[in-house]
C-alpha cells in the first residue's frame, strides 16, 4: 500500500466491514409494553488527549483539518525496525482524568497489542492496554430518568493509539476507499463504564457531563464534530422477571457515535428494536452495529468481536509503566475546581437553585464570567444568573458564540445591573441597552446618555401623561373604578408605550392609583 505525502491512499471496498446489512424500521410500540422491560447500556468513550504530539512519535498532533497524510512519519506509519516512544503528557491526562473519576491509578500499567487487519490499521495491531491500564474504578454522578443523583461506575480508563480514517468514494459507478493516516498514533484515552445506564437520556446526560469534567481538567477538547470525541453503546433490553433473576438480555454495540443527538437517537432506535423483536417471538444476535443518520436507523456492521479474537500481548517494544505516588499527588494538585464541587459551592455561596447552578457550570467559560460578573457588580448572584442566561446565553446562541467572544465583558454587565439598582434605567430599557451592548460593546452609561434613555421618575413630568392616559382609556378607567383591578396593568402598560418604556413603573403605578381614586 502507498502512502503519498498529501494524498489519500486507496484500500479495497469492503476490508473493514463489508457491505452493511440494513436493519428493518420497527413499528411504534406503546408506553404499556415499553414499561414491562429495563434497558442496560454501557458506554465506552474515547477522547482524543490535548498534547503537542502523537502518542508514539513526534508528529504534530494538530491533525485536524490538515492536508491528508500530511502529519505522518515512519512510526505513525508502522514502517518495520521503528520504535514507539510513549508521551509522558498522555500519561499524565490519563492520570488526571482518572482522578477527576476518583479512580484508583495504577502503579504499574502495560501496552498491549490489539491484534486486527484494518486497512486504517497500517501496522496490523493497535497499541492499547488490555490487562493492566493506566485507571481503574471510579464513578461520576448524574440525574437519572427518576430525578435523583445516579452514580455511573467507570469500569477502566486507558490509554492507546487512533487508527487512521477511510474515506469511501463512488465515482462513475467505481467504489474505492480512500486513506488519511494522519489521525494514526493520535493519543486516546477510552473510558469504559459499567452497564449502570437505563435510557437513551441517562446515556446522553453521561457523556454530557464526562466531555464537561474533561473540558474542565483540559484533558480533551471534546469536540465531537472534530473527532475529538467518540463513543459506542454497548445496549441490550431484558424483561422485569430477567433483571429480578441477575439476567441479561442480547447485546449489541452501536459503534462510532460522533455527536449527542446520534446516540440518543441510536440508542432509542435499538431499545425499541430489541423490545418489538422479543414480543413477535423473533431472535436477536450479538453484533456489532453502525448508525445511518439520515434514516434514522442502525445497520450491520460484523459480528462482534470478543477479546480472544484480539489476540492480546504485552507490546514488547515498550517496558511497563511504574507510576509512582509522588507524581500521582503532584497532578493531584492540578486539578481545577470540578464541576460538581463548582455546582454545590455555587447554591451554596450565591444562593442559585440546582438547575441554574447546573446550567452555569457546565461550560467552564460561563462559570467563569459568573463569577467575575458578580465580582464586579458586588451584587446578588441571582440577578447576574438570570442576565446570562437569558440574553447572553440568547445571544451567544444567535451567533454561535462562545461567551468569551462576546462584546459584553463581565465588568459591563455589572455596570448595567448598576444602573438598574441605581433605577437610572429600568428591566425594560435594561434589555434595550443589553441588545445595544451585544452589537457594539459600548458601555451601558454611554448607550443610555447617547439615546437618552434614563429613566423618568419626575411626578410632575408623568403626572400630565397619567392624566392624558385616563382620558383616553374612560372605559377601563370606569370599569377599574367599578372594581376590575386588573385594569390599572393595561393602564400602566399605556403610559410606559407613551414614555417609550422610560417611564419609573413605581411611580406611574402610584400616580394612576390617586389619579383613578379621585
Known sequence: MRVSGHGLAPARVGDRKGAPLQIEKIPLLNELTMTQYQVVIGMEVH????????????????????????????????????????????????????????????????????????????????????????????????????????????????????????????????????????????PLLEIVTEADLNSAQEAYDYLTKLRTILRYIGASSGDMEKGAMRCEANVSVRTLLQAAQGEYGVKVEIKNLNSFSAVRGAVEYEVKRHIETIERGGTLQQVTLGWNEAEGRTFVQRSKESAHDYRYFPEPDLPPLRITRELVEQLRATLPELPDAKQARFMAQYGLNLNDAATLVATQAVAAYFEATVAAYGGAGREVCNWITGPLFSAMSSANQDIRSLKVTPDNLAALLTLLDRGIINRNIGQRVIATMLETGQAAADIVETEGLAQVSDSDALHAIVREVIVANPTEATKYRAGNLNLLNFLIGQVMRATRGKANQTVVRQLLEQALAE
Open 47 to 186: 477522547a482524543q488527549l490535548q498534547t503537542a504530539s502523537k502518542m508514539f512519535c513526534a508528529c504534530d498532533a494538530a491533525v485536524f483539518g490538515a492536508p491528508p497524510n500530511s502529519h505522518v512519519c515512519p512510526v505513525c506509519l508502522g514502517m518495520p525496525g521503528v520504535l514507539p516512544v510513549i508521551n509522558r503528557r498522555a500519561v499524565e491526562q490519563t492520570i488526571r482524568t482518572g482522578l477527576a473519576l476518583a479512580a484508583e491509578i495504577a502503579e504499574t500499567a502495560v501496552f498491549a497489542r490489539k491484534n486486527y487487519n484494518y486497512p486504517d490499521l497500517p501496522k496490523g495491531y493497535q497499541i492499547s492496554q488490555y490487562e493492566l491500564p493506566l485507571c481503574l474504578g471510579g464513578s461520576l454522578t448524574i440525574t437519572g430518568d427518576d430525578g435523583r443523583p445516579k452514580v455511573i461506575r467507570v469500569r477502566r480508563a486507558h490509554l492507546e493509539e487512533d487508527t487512521g480514517k477511510s474515506k469511501h468514494m463512488n465515482q462513475n459507478g467505481v467504489t474505492y476507499s480512500l486513506l488519511d493516516y494522519n489521525r494514526s498514533g493520535m
